[in-house]
T-cell receptor
Framework: AQKITQTQPGMFVQEKEAVTLDCTYDTSDQSYGLFWYKQPSSGEMIFLIYQGSYDEQNATEGRYSLNFQKARKSANLVISASQLGDSAMYFCAMREDYRDDKIIFGKGTRLHILP | KAGVTQTPRYLIKTRGQQVTLSCSPISGHRSVSWYQQTPGQGLQFLFEYFSETQRNKGNFPGRFSGRQFSNSRSEMNVSTLELGDSALYLC?????????????FGPGTRLTVL
């Protein structure tokens, strides 16, 4: 079974609109971390935001926020006021804290911002 | 603070050859992880090194190996290259603490096997 599921292979969003990228995860661990990375066409993986399983508040970093619903095992990324430069692949990822330092990635969502 | 650097950025090799990729982590980071990214398989974990020791390994054949030096720089080696090894190879560094630790990635090395 997949540990990280991103159900949207591609999305088209109008510039300046907010966008939500879906991510669900599967783990039996109580302690884990969830990440979102952005990968532009250049290939570099850019860290966006982190949410720990014990964090009570949703993480926010500038225009990025993580809508964390622990009971539903959901960790959606919300980008407010999208910009053309947001066009990229977005990966949701998880690390199960006490197992190892390996990060498990989802298949990604390709986001296209339209002018 | 300088980010993660990887060299070379691009490589073209032929089947049967071997290749060595290099990764320099962020200063102070002791953990280096390697990932292979292909269109078909997505991002797959290769291995992780911490303080010169392999701490974790993914499901790749023994042709894929790595090492880490005392300055935390890491190298990855692929021997007897196959066409299917064509991929973007990403390395990531972190402090190595297991909790609340973020991996920061380098720009990647794009390997093409002909």
């Amino acid at each position: 079974a997949q540990k990280i599921t991103q159900t949207q292979p591609g999305m088209f969003v109008q510039e300046k609109e907010a966008v939500t990228l879906d991510c669900t995860y599967d783990t039996s661990d109580q302690s884990y971390g969830l990440f979102w990375y952005k990968q532009p066409s250049s290939g570099e993986m850019i860290f966006l935001i982190y949410q720990g399983s014990y964090d009570e508040q949703n993480a926010t970093e500038g225009r990025y926020s993580l809508n964390f619903q622990k009971a539903r095992k959901s960790a959606n990324l919300v980008i407010s006021a999208s910009q053309l430069g947001d066009s990229a692949m977005y990966f949701c990822a998880m690390r199960e804290d006490y197992r190892d330092d390996k990060i498990i990635f989802g298949k990604g969502t390709r986001l296209h911002i339209l002018p | 603070k300088a980010g993660v650097t990887q060299t070379p950025r691009y490589l073209i090799k032929t089947r049967g050859q071997q290749v060595t990729l290099s990764c320099s982590p962020i200063s102070g980071h002791r953990s280096v992880s390697w990932y292979q990214q292909t269109p078909g398989q997505g991002l797959q974990f290769l291995f992780e090194y911490f303080s010169e020791t392999q701490r974790n390994k993914g499901n790749f054949p023994g042709r894929f190996s790595g090492r880490q030096f005392s300055n935390s720089r890491s190298e990855m080696n692929v021997s007897t290259l196959e066409l299917g090894d064509s991929a973007l190879y990403l390395c990531a560094s972190s402090s190595g603490r297991l909790r609340a630790d973020t991996q920061y990635f380098g720009p990647g090395t794009r390997l093409t096997v002909l």
